[in-house]
Every structure is written in C-alpha cells, then in structure tokens.
C-alpha cells in the first residue's frame, strides 16, 4: 500500500489525541514491526507486555498482540539519516492514523559488566529516559499455584535468561551511571518480587538505592514493594536515597483480590491503608503512588472510588489497563474496552485534581513517566 507522507502528518495531528492513546492500550498492535534491538518489555513483574510508541514529545507504552488480535498494526518507514530514531507509520485497518517514532536501542546495552555480564541483564530501557530493573527476579509466591498473582509473569524472563535472579547495588550503580552518562535517563524505578522476609524486599531495595545515590546523587530513583511487617522500613528506604515510593494494590475488591492475586491479597486494604498513610507522612503528598489495574474483575465504581479515597490521602491512583500476558493463568483474558477506560481515565483524573495532585509533580516513578497509561494525558485534558 502506498502511504502519502503528507497526510500522515496530518493524520498524526489531529488523531494523537487522549483517546487515540487509551485505545490503543486497550487494543494493543498486532503483529509489530520493530528494528533489530529496539526496546521492548516481555513478560516481567507485573502487567506488561509491551513496546514504546513515541507521538512527538508524547511515549506510550503500548501492548503487543498476537495477529488478528488488533486493527492496530505498525509498518517501518525507510531509514533517515536525518532521524536518528526508527520511524513508522500506525495503521488502523491498514489505514494510516499517525507517524510515531520507536526508540532505539540505547548506548548502555552495548557494554558488559568486568565478568561479562551485559548491562541490558541487570536494568532496562523503559519509554524514553527511565531506567528500570526487578532487583529480584524471584517471588515467595510465584511458584505456588494458590498464592501466584494470575497475571503475573516474573519468572518467564529469568527462565528465558534475559535477567538475573538478583541484581547487586554494585552492578546497579554501575549501570545507572553508564545510561546517566550515555543516554540522558532522567529517572529511575527499582521493583522486586517478594521474597519470603518481612522487610518483603525492602532491605535489599535500601541497599541498591544507597549504592546508585553514591554513584549519580542527583537521579531521582522510586522503589516499589509490598508493605513491610515492620513500617519502620519505610524511613529507612528514604533515608537510603529513595524520592517516591510504589506499594501496588492493583485490585480493590476482597473477593477480586483473592480471585487473582490470592497470595498478595492476604495483605487486607486496611494494611495498606497503614502503610500508604505512613509513606505519605514520609515521603510527601503526590510522591506515593499504587496501581490499579481495571480489567481484573473490579467493578468500574470500585475503582473510581478507591482512586478518589487514595488521591485524597496524598496518594497517585495509577490507573492502567490490564495487559494479559502469554504463560499466565489469564493469557487468554480480554483487556478493558476502550471505552471502559475512557471513562474511568475521566473519573480518576477528575479525583486526582481535586486531591491537588499531579504526575508532574511526583519525582520519579511510573506515574512521573506515565507511558503504561493514558491517565496523565486526561488530567491534563479534562
């Protein structure tokens, strides 16, 4: 098909809109073309499954589907020596929306620790300027069928031998300076499975933060774990270094919670609302911050309401969809529809400006960077 680049640019103007975005992850593309070492995520802690799409000075993180899955699909423009990033054109039905940009592979993957190591192993490219790494690849929970979190797939890349069980605060801070130096990253994000300690991953997070603090002081890093037994660690991550904090409900309802995430939900709300109420004191309103996964099973009202109860604490409801993950019990669960998440981008958004907060004004993190989710383009909007 021959596309006319003229009304592609026209086509990128007046459709990278907000709702372009919150379609987009919901629906995902198929079948995605990439250059060879553009940055991706597969599989992973969490959610995600997904590739960097860049709409001028806009990243989102978008969810790749198998063919057919999508009416969305990516199609690679010539090489230009005049743009340094790999371009191409977003089809919709094979027609042309938008002209996006794919971020390439950035310098620090090229290099190797002194034992032959490879950088891209111990942290990765996230969006455009974010450096983030599983300080442990491993989860109390993960192989045990009862209390396994069903759309989590964090074993798959340490099988697959693209990570390592646990990343060093030395080897961390050795790669965080290299991609500061080489590729401007701007932030940092540090998660951990749950090992089977009451600090929950704590220790080790203060540990690495301390070490890349030492090494680039002035990168701002977030660290994201499940509330500790003993909230004392929650000080001891900021004494460390660490500017935000992640502790990630995801689900909101009991019975959701113990359908998906059996093991993680026997940490009650009220648990977190302790914790949450203790890292705001420490950390700042709008520097907490938890996800909320719509698509688990929650009812929409659900969601908005904790949202708004949350935002009103001091802490960031990042609302992103529910991304299935091949291998995982729900691999083969439909994502939100778009229009679901339109409506609850508007609703959340609308709590979180009245709560005086903002994803601007969080210091580092996933709400800061904002690709997994179109939630900082509606507060922006509404």
């Not at 890292?279 to 309401?305: C, H, K, M, N």
Request: aromatic share 4%.
């Amino acid at each position: 098909m021959a596309i006319d680049s003229g009304s592609v640019e026209a086509a990128a103007v007046g459709t990278a809109t907000v709702g372009l975005y919150a379609d987009l992850q919901a629906m995902g593309v198929s079948d995605a073309e990439a250059p060879a070492g553009a940055p991706g995520r597969r599989g992973g802690a969490g959610p995600s499954d997904h590739r960097a799409l860049s709409f001028g000075p806009a990243t989102v993180m978008v969810p790749m589907r198998a063919p057919g899955r999508s009416p969305y699909r990516l199609r690679l423009l010539p090489s230009d020596p005049d743009q340094p990033q790999p371009r191409a054109i977003l089809l919709r039905e094979m027609q042309p929306v938008a002209e996006v940009a794919l971020p390439a592979a950035p310098n620090f993957y090229r290099l190797a620790t002194a034992d032959g190591v490879p950088y891209w192993k111990i942290a990765l490219l996230h969006a455009r300027r974010v450096l983030a790494s599983t300080v442990m690849q491993s989860c109390v929970r993960y192989n045990d069928e009862g209390q396994a979190c069903r759309f989590c797939a964090i074993g798959t890349s340490l099988k697959e031998g693209r990570t390592l069980a646990r990343k060093t605060p030395a080897q961390l801070a050795e790669v965080a300076e290299a991609a500061v130096r080489l590729d401007g990253i701007e932030q940092m994000v540090l998660t951990t499975g749950t090992p089977a300690t009451p600090d929950r991953g704590a220790a080790h997070l203060a540990a690495c933060v301390a070490a890349i603090k030492q090494a680039v002081p002035s990168l701002p890093i977030q660290v994201q774990c499940e509330p500790p037994d003993d909230l004392g660690w929650l000080a001891r991550l900021k004494e460390a270094g660490a500017d935000t904090l992640g502790m990630h409900l995801e689900a909101v309802e009991p019975a959701v919670r113990a359908a998906v995430m059996p093991g993680k939900a026997e940490l009650s709300l009220e648990r977190y609302d302790e914790a949450f109420a203790a890292a705001v004191t420490l950390f700042g309103r709008g520097q907490v911050s938890t996800y909320l996964i719509a698509g688990l099973g929650d009812r929409p009202e659900s969601i908005v309401a904790v949202a708004a109860r949350l935002a009103a604490m001091g802490v960031y409801p990042f609302l992103v969809p529910f991304v299935p993950i091949a291998g995982t019990p729900m691999a083969d669960t439909a994502p939100p529809p778009a229009a679901m998440m339109d409506e609850l981008y508007r609703r959340v958004a609308a709590s979180i400006r009245r709560a005086g907060l903002s994803s601007g004004d969080g210091k580092a993190g996933c709400a800061k960077c904002g690709a997994c989710s179109a939630l900082s383009s509606y507060e922006a909007s509404s």
